[in-house]
């Protein structure tokens, strides 16, 4: 009996855990709006509750809800997972894609495409090598490489979480001017990806004016290229949007 409730004390001590790394993640999101920050803590919040949610699997695996909570724990950890390795590989093709689409091919517009490719084949690697039986050498560099694809993965883990957390929770702060970064005209017009942005940032400056009555000044950036008849941020300020006169 006295174990039961040790162990029930430290669970509920645990339990405390997830609400303080989420409010934790919520100071930070409030503080910065948008950030690497909100996106690491936003996961640790997940962490936290998988383990929490595991935990107490193991100590009552009689209880009712034990199942659930072995659910709710591998949903966390499968989410964490594919997030991080097999979405990551999709949102790189797809960006590729998206980018071939909305801009002229060069090799950055590539980039995406060529980190997929390569984390395929350092995934590929150790199959090649165990059924070929050949160049035992390369084991320690793919060991190497592994660690470094982790990292990476990590990183890009947090940066596409501080991203949809900033889609999910926008900014409540009213702000005074919004910034547009330019990018390459296609034959002196402005390119759908670029026009993405302009919608972007009029429908964010709409949505103030309506709700606080006050409209932000928006700053469109861009040098000219040598190949741009116009500057891009005049090709900007005049390109066609649905949510302008909002």
Known sequence: MRGERTMT????????????????????????HTGMA????????????GVCALLAA??????????LFLVCAALVFAF???????????????????????????????????LALAILALMALPWVLGKSGLFPWLYPLWM????????????????????YVGKWFPPRKRVDYIVVLGSGLIDGKVPPLLAGRVDAALRYAARQKRK???????????????????PEAE???VCPSRFRGQ
């Open 144 to 163: 190497a490489l592994l660690g470094t694809a982790v990292f990476f993965a990590l990183h890009s883990l947090v940066f596409l979480t501080a991203f």
């Open 38 to 49: 909100a996106g690491f803590w936003f996961d640790m919040f997940l962490v936290t509750l």
């Open 9 to 32: 004390h430290y669970l509920f001590t645990i339990a405390l855990l997830p609400p303080a790394v989420f409010a934790l993640f919520w100071a930070v999101k409030r503080k910065k």
């Open 212 to 230: 606080t009555g006050r409209e932000p000044c928006l700053i469109m950036s861009g040098g000219q290229g040598a190949d741009e008849p116009r």
């Open 80 to 114: 964490l997972l594919l997030f991080g390795v097999y979405i990551l590989l999709g949102l790189l093709l797809w960006n590729t894609v998206q980018m071939l689409k909305r801009e002229r091919p060069s090799l950055k517009h590539m980039l995406t495409l060529i």
């Open 235 to 237: 090709a900007m300020r």
């Open 58 to 67: 193991l100590a009552y695996p009689d209880s009712a809800a034990s199942f």
